[in-house]
């Protein structure tokens, strides 16, 4: 079965950086776009970034934009989120999803659990 399961979130600094990882199983990473979204209680779910299966395509919300950086190791089926430049508007849940297909950058059909940014000082 498909599984996600992403780590590296917590408490960073405004101007701070974080690296997020989401470790997948269960199907062939490398023939799937991934997509990072988050969630927070005041802005609901907003989807974050987008890579295609072979890692050519990326893809950004204009709010993280230069901020922040997809990227992803096929080999070890791993996508990561690298997040510079933390902002206090940053702070939510961030999750992985697989996308439906290898070019997907928006539509997901698995998500994982999430891993919580909180950006403070």
């Known amino acids: 079965q498909v599984q996600l399961v992403e780590s590296g979130g917590g408490l960073a600094q405004p101007g701070g950086s974080l690296r997020l990882s989401c470790t997948a199983s269960?199907?062939?990473?490398?023939?799937?776009?991934m997509i990072w979204a988050r969630q927070s209680p005041g802005k609901g779910i907003e989807w974050v970034s987008g890579?295609?299966?072979?890692?050519?395509?990326?893809y950004y919300a204009d709010s993280v934009k230069g901020r922040f950086t997809i990227s992803r190791d096929n080999a070890e089926n791993t996508l990561y989120l690298q997040m510079n430049s933390l902002k206090p508007e940053d702070t939510a849940l961030y999750y992985c999803?697989?996308?439906?297909?290898?070019?997907?950058?928006?539509?997901?059909?698995?998500r994982g659990q999430g891993t919580q940014v909180t950006v403070s000082s």
């Open positions: 890579i295609s299966g072979n890692g050519r395509n990326t």
């Open positions: 269960g199907f062939t990473f490398s023939n799937y776009g």
């Open positions: 999803g697989k996308g439906v297909n290898g070019d997907s950058y928006q539509s997901y059909n698995y």
